[in-house]
């Protein structure tokens, strides 16, 4: 039996995709936590008042969609896999901070040999540092790749922001 560590904190939601006979166990494969199950699980909330919410990729009510381990979703998922081909191949040195991680990808990214890696967040714990990304406490040109996903949307000021990731970033890097 495989024990979950306790940030994941899976919900009933989740458990759904845990039962099932043994012989289904392995059919889904998650590509961020590397875990087989049965079935991914629900995510997401329903916006009937949102026409586009079925056209927009993560968004809505999704069946089928979160990990039930590490409770990854579709944006995580594909960002892992573009990471993972295309950031990371080339196995070089970097330096790089993650804005808001989700503890799967931050555990991924912690194993890596060659990634130097800083996990921020405002007020979360398991990371490096508690921050305002309106006022890094980085220097300037600090890291190779800054990752900050489903985060600028929920900030006040996004163009301030974004240009603190500009100064921390080198020339060359990667946003
Ligand atoms: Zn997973």
Known sequence: MRILP????????????LVSHPSDFTRNYCIVCQSRFRLFTNAGKSVPECEFQDEITSSGRRPYSKCVWCRSVERHRFLWTHLSTQILKEKEQIRLLHFAPLPGIQDRLVDLPYVDYV???????NVDANCDIANLPFGDESFDVVICSHVLEHVPEDVKEMSELYRTLKQGGLH
């Not at 996990?119 to 714990?125: P, R, Y």
């Open 6 to 17: 306790q940030r994941y904190h899976p919900t009933a939601d989740d458990l759904t995709g």
């Open 119 to 125: 996990g921020v967040d405002l007020t979360k714990q």
